[in-house]
């Protein structure tokens, strides 16, 4: 069964859930620059996914996943940077840097079924 629209894709929709994960951990920052910045970039991971998706075509959904890509990889070195400056304990750091490999990977994964 094909795919309909993008919030049926699982990739979008852990990317949303990741998006949650990153706003309520740095909600309380004071660092705002940081915040926005990783906020931002957090949120273009499924917008970018979504904005690829309706393009309806192939060629276009694949750049806006690797836009998508860019974005997560943005968010991933923010959290080893905020793990430095000790923005968030160690162990969320860890739980949050997987959620971005694992959505690295399944943006990946779906680049190479489209190609």
């Known amino acids: 069964m094909a795919v309909k629209k993008f919030e049926d894709l699982l990739v979008w929709q852990k990317s949303q859930d ?5 706003y309520k951990d ?7 620059a940081f915040k926005d910045q990783i906020t931002r970039a957090v949120v273009s991971i499924s917008n970018n996914i979504a904005e690829g998706f309706d393009r309806r075509t192939n060629p276009d959904f694949i ?21 430095r ?4 304990q160690e162990e969320r750091t860890v739980e949050l840097i997987e959620k971005s490999n694992e959505i690295s990977r399944m943006l990946f994964g779906l680049i190479q079924s489209m190609k």
């Open 85 to 88: 400056l000790k923005y968030v």
């Open 63 to 83: 750049r806006f996943l690797y836009f998508a890509v860019s974005s997560n990889s943005e968010v991933r070195s923010m959290l080893y940077l905020s793990a």
């Open 18 to 22: 990741f998006a949650i994960s990153i």
């Open 26 to 32: 740095f909600a309380t920052l004071n660092d705002y």
